[in-house]
T-cell receptor, first 111, second 112 residues
Framework: DGGITQSPKYLFRKEGQNVTLSCEQN?????MYWYRQDPGQGLRLIYY???????QKGDIAEGYSVSREKKESFPLTVTSAQKNPTAFYLC??????????FGPGTRLTVT | KQEVTQIPAALSVPEGENLVLNCSFT??????LQWFRQDPGKGLTSLLL?????REQTSGRLNASLDKSSGRSTLYIAASQPGDSATYLC???????????FGDGTTLTVKP
C-alpha cells in the first residue's frame, strides 16, 4: 500500500515540552516537505529536504527542527521555543515532475 | 518573494452550476502549478498539475488553465455537485527555490 503516513493523527502536549511528529513515505520520492496550516489559512512551509542528509529552512522554521537520515523518513520536532505550536501539520513528498503528494496530517494541540 | 492569491475566499452555488476558481501569482518564474482539494480535517488531494510549458489540463469535470504572462490560473468545475464542496488550494513551485507557495484557498459550498 503506497503513500505517506503521518502519526499520530492527534497529539496533545503541555507547554514547554518538545514533541516529534512522524512522516514516512514509500513512494521513493527524494523531496519531502513539512507545512503548517492554521484555521482558514493556506499552508506555510516549515522545512524541506531535496535529498537525504540535507534540508533547508522554509518560511517559518523558527522553533522547529528536522532530520533526514533516511529517504523514507522526515521527522519534525516542535520545540518549546515555538511560540504558537497548536496547528495542523502536513507532510508532503515531491516527485520528479514537481507534483506534491500529501499525508493525512497531524493535529497538534499544546495547552 | 512569490505571493499567491485566491479570490474569492468563499463561494456558494446551487447544484448543477458551472464555476471558476481563481489563482494569481506574482512571479512568473514557476516550475509548475498544482490544484488541490482539501476536505475538513484532512490532508490535500491533488486534482491537476500544470507544467510551466503547458496551458491547461483536464480531468473529468475539472479543467485548469495557466497563463504565466498574466500570472493567473483558473480551475473550472462543470456541473457542480454537493460532493464538490471542499476547500480548493493552488500552489506554485518556484523554479529557482525548488519550493512551493500556497494560496489561502477558496471554500466552495454546492447546495443541493
Amino acid at each position: 500500500d503506497g503513500g505517506i503516513t503521518q502519526s499520530p493523527k492527534y497529539l496533545f502536549r503541555k507547554e514547554g515540552q518538545n514533541v516529534t511528529l512522524s512522516c514516512e513515505q514509500n513512494l521513493n520520492h527524494d523531496a519531502m516537505y513539512w507545512y503548517r496550516q492554521d484555521p482558514g489559512q493556506g499552508l506555510r512551509l516549515i522545512y524541506y529536504s531535496q535529498i537525504v542528509n540535507d534540508f533547508q529552512k522554509g518560511d517559518i522554521a523558527e522553533g522547529y527542527s528536522v532530520s533526514r537520515e533516511k529517504k523514507e523518513s522526515f521527522p519534525l520536532t516542535v520545540t518549546s521555543a515555538q511560540k504558537n505550536p497548536t496547528a495542523f501539520y502536513l507532510c508532503a513528498t515531491g516527485s520528479g515532475t514537481g507534483q506534491q503528494y500529501f499525508g493525512p496530517g497531524t493535529r497538534l494541540t499544546v495547552t | 518573494k512569490q505571493e499567491v492569491t485566491q479570490i474569492p475566499a468563499a463561494l456558494s452555488v446551487p447544484e448543477g452550476e458551472n464555476l471558476v476558481l481563481n489563482c494569481s501569482f506574482t512571479d512568473s518564474a514557476i516550475y509548475n502549478l498544482q490544484w488541490f482539494r482539501q476536505d475538513p480535517g484532512k490532508g490535500l488531494t491533488s486534482l491537476l498539475l500544470i507544467q510551466s510549458s503547458q496551458r491547461e489540463q483536464t480531468s473529468g469535470r475539472l479543467n485548469a488553465s495557466l497563463d504565466k504572462s498574466s500570472g493567473r490560473s483558473t480551475l473550472y468545475i462543470a456541473a457542480s455537485q454537493p460532493g464538490d464542496s471542499a476547500t480548493y488550494l493552488c500552489a506554485v513551485v518556484d523554479t529557482n527555490a525548488g519550493k512551493s507557495t500556497f494560496g489561502d484557498g477558496t471554500t466552495l459550498t454546492v447546495k443541493p
